[in-house]
C-alpha cells in the first residue's frame, strides 16, 4: 500500500529504538510531496509497521510524538494524516521564511567566510546544469539546500533553529511550485544575483534580493494555489 508518497524501508532489531523510528518516520514525511494536488496525506499504522519489519508499537508511539510535534494528525476511527496548511497558513510561513532568510543574507555578507561563499557559488553552478537539464527534482532538491546553507552561513543560530521549524512546509511548498511555470529558469538567475551581493558584503542588496526572491514564491502561491486551498477544505469537511 502507498501512503502520501512515503516509503520506508526495513530497519534491523538492534535500532528499534524509539528516537530512531522517530526519526526515520519524520524523514519520510518530509520527503513527501504534501502540496501537490492530488497529494494522499494518510499514513497507515499496519503499512508503516511492515515496511519497516517492526510490530505496531513502537510505530504508534513514534506517531504519537509526530502529533505533539505538529507532523501529523490522528483522527480517532479515521486514521493518521501528515498535516497540511491552509492556503493563508502557507502564504503566512513563506513571509515568515522571507523575513528570517533575508536577515540572515544580511548577517552573512558579514559573517560567512570566503570559502564558505565560494562553496555557495559551486552550488549555484551545480544547481544551474540540473535546471538547464530540465532534472526539476534535482533542482528542486538542490534550490532548497541553497537557502538553507544561506541560514548557515549567516552564523546565527537562533535564526536557523527558526527556520528548520518551517522546515517540512517550505520543502514542501518550494518542491511544488519548482515545477510550475518558469520558476526554474528565475531562480537559477536569483541565485546567481544573491551571490554576487553576498561575495560583495552589500548587506542591504543581498537582504533585498533574498526577500524580493522569496516573495515572488508568495506572489506566485497567492495567484495559483486557490484551487488546492478550496479542495483541502473540502476534504476536511468531509473527514
Partial sequence: ?????VALKPIGTSFMLKDHIYEVLLEAILSANIYEEDADLRLDERTMAEQLGISRTPVREALARLERDGF????????????????????????AWAALE???????????TDAELKKLRKMAMRDSESAARADIEEYSEANFQFHQTILEVSHCGLLKKMADG?????HAIRRRAMGE?????????DHMEIIEALESRDPDLAERLVREHTMRLHDHIRRTWKKIAVMSRTRRAAS
Fill in 181 to 189: 511555470g518558469d520558476r526554474v529558469g528565475r531562480s537559477v538567475i
Fill in 1 to 5: 500500500m502507498s501512503m502520501a508518497g
Fill in 72 to 95: 501529523v494528525e490522528i483522527q480517532p476511527r479515521k486514521g493518521v494524516f501528515i498535516c497540511r496548511k491552509s492556503l493563508d497558513e502557507v502564504l503566512e510561513m513563506v513571509v
Fill in 102 to 112: 533575508s536577515m540572515a543574507a544580511r548577517l552573512a555578507t558579514q559573517n560567512a
Fill in 166 to 170: 518551517l522546515f517540512m512546509h517550505m
